[in-house]
C-alpha cells in the first residue's frame, strides 16, 4: 500500500482527502496504478469531482516514472472516470456508473448479520434439514450405475427409471394412479403449470377456474398464456365446486385439494366427487396441486383426487415442500 500526500490542496472543493490510499498490484506498474485508481472511484474513496494530484508529483510519490502516470491518467479518462481539462487539471468524472459506488471504506456487512434466527414465513421447509447425506449417498449411486445414454438428451418426459420409481412412490404414498408412461418430469409445480397452460390453449381451452385464494404467481402465470382465470370461492369445506355451473366458458380448475393455499382447508369428500362430476359432464380437465400431500398434522391422511378419475385429473407434486425448492424436481402425471 502506497500512503500519497498531495502537495496541492488548492482549488474548489471538493479534494483529496488526506491520504489516497493505493493498492499497487497487477501486472505492470501502469495497470496496477489503473486499477488501483479505477477501484478508489468506484468504491467513493476517490469523490466525484475531486482534483488528482499532478501526474508529476503523484509520480515522485509512488516512486513511478511520471509517463506512467500520464498514461494510467489518459487510460481512465478515455474510459469514462476521469476527466481532463485545460487549467483545471485531472478530476474525477461526475457521472461514475452508481452500482459500483459504495460509501467510502463502509464497514462490509457479514451475510448472517441481519439475518432473522427463525424464519416464520409459511410454505418454507427448513433448508438446514436437507438430507445432505442421504443426497450424496444416492446421488452416488446413480452415477455409478448410469449408462452413458443417461447424460444424453434422452426422453423428454424425464428418465424412465426415475419415472417407474415415481409412479410406485405416488400410487404408494398418494393414491395416485399412472404408469411412468403418463408421467412427466419437470423443474417443479411452476413449470409444470406452464407447460400445462401451453397444452390448454392448444386445446382452445379458454379459461382456467382458480381458487380465489392463492397465489398470484400461477394466476399471472396462467393469464400470461391467454388464459382468463375466473376466481373459485373457497371456505371451510374447500373451493366451492357448485359455482363451477355458474362460469362460463371454463376448461380447467386449478386446485389444491389435500390443502388450500393459503387456507389449510381439505377438499371435503362431496365436493371431491362433485369435481370429477363437473369434468365428466363438461369435458373439462381438474389440474390438482399436491404440492404438500405428503404432510398432515391435523387429519386423516387424505389420497390425491386423481386417484377418483386419472382420465379427467391432472395431478402436479413437487419436492418444494418435502426437501427444498432449490432442487426444482417436479412431476405431472397426465
Ligand atoms: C400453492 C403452491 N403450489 C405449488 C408450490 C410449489 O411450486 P414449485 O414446485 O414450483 O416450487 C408452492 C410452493 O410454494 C405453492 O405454494
Known amino acids: 500500500m502506497v500512503h500519497h500526500r498531495p502537495h ?23 495497470a496496477g496504478l489503473t486499477d488501483a485508481l479505477r477501484q478508489a472511484v468506484r468504491t467513493g474513496r476517490l469523490a466525484p469531482s475531486s482534483r488528482l494530484p499532478a501526474s508529476r508529483s503523484l509520480a515522485a510519490d509512488l516512486g513511478v516514472s511520471r509517463n506512467t502516470v500520464v498514461e ?18 485531472t478530476r474525477v468524472a461526475t457521472r461514475v456508473p452508481e452500482p459500483h459506488r459504495a460509501a467510502p471504506d463502509a464497514p462490509r456487512a457479514k451475510p448472517d448479520e441481519h439475518r432473522p434466527r427463525y424464519g416464520l414465513l409459511t410454505g418454507a421447509p427448513d433448508l438446514a ?88 404467481l400461477y394466476r399471472d402465470l396462467l393469464r400470461n398464456a391467454g388464459l382468463y382465470t375466473p376466481p373459485l370461492y373457497v371456505d371451510e369445506s374447500g373451493a366451492r365446486i357448485d359455482d363451477l355451473a355458474r362460469l362460463r366458458g371454463v376448461g380447467a380448475v386449478l386446485l389444491t385439494p389435500a390443502h388450500q393455499y393459503p387456507t389449510g382447508v381439505a377438499l371435503c369428500p362431496e ?25 398432515r398434522y391435523d387429519r386423516q391422511p387424505v389420497g390425491a383426487l386423481q386417484g377418483l378419475d386419472p382420465q379427467r ?18 412431476w405431472m402425471v397426465l
Request: net charge neutral; hydrophobic share 40%; proline share 5%.
Open 129 to 216: 434439514n436437507f438430507p445432505r447425506t442421504q443426497w450424496l449417498i444416492a446421488a452416488r449411486r446413480a452415477l455409478t450405475a448410469a449408462p452413458h445414454d443417461a447424460f444424453g438428451y434422452g426422453d423428454a418426459r424425464g428418465r424412465m427409471e426415475l419415472r417407474t420409481a415415481l409412479a410406485d412412490y405416488l400410487a404408494r404414498a398418494r393414491g395416485v394412479y399412472a404408469g411412468p408412461e403418463r408421467i412427466v418430469i419437470c423443474s417443479g409445480f411452476h413449470h409444470g403449470l406452464a407447460l400445462m397452460a401451453q397444452a390448454l390453449r392448444v386445446r382452445r381451452v379458454r379459461a382456467v377456474a382458480v381458487e380465489a385464494y392463492g397465489l398470484d
Open 313 to 330: 385429473v391432472v395431478y402436479f407434486g413437487s419436492v418444494s415442500k418435502s426437501l427444498a425448492p432449490g432442487v426444482r424436481l417436479g
Open 271 to 295: 365436493r371431491r366427487t362433485a369435481a370429477v362430476d363437473w369434468a365428466r359432464g363438461t369435458g373439462g380437465l381438474l389440474l390438482e396441486d399436491d404440492y404438500d400431500g405428503e404432510f
Open 8 to 30: 496541492s490542496a488548492a482549488g474548489p472543493p471538493p479534494e483529496f482527502g488526506t491520504d489516497l490510499h493505493l493498492e499497487l498490484h497487477g501486472p505492470g506498474l501502469r
Open 72 to 89: 494510467s491518467y489518459a487510460e481512465l479518462v478515455a474510459e469514462g472516470w476521469l476527466t481532463a481539462q485545460q487549467g483545471s487539471g
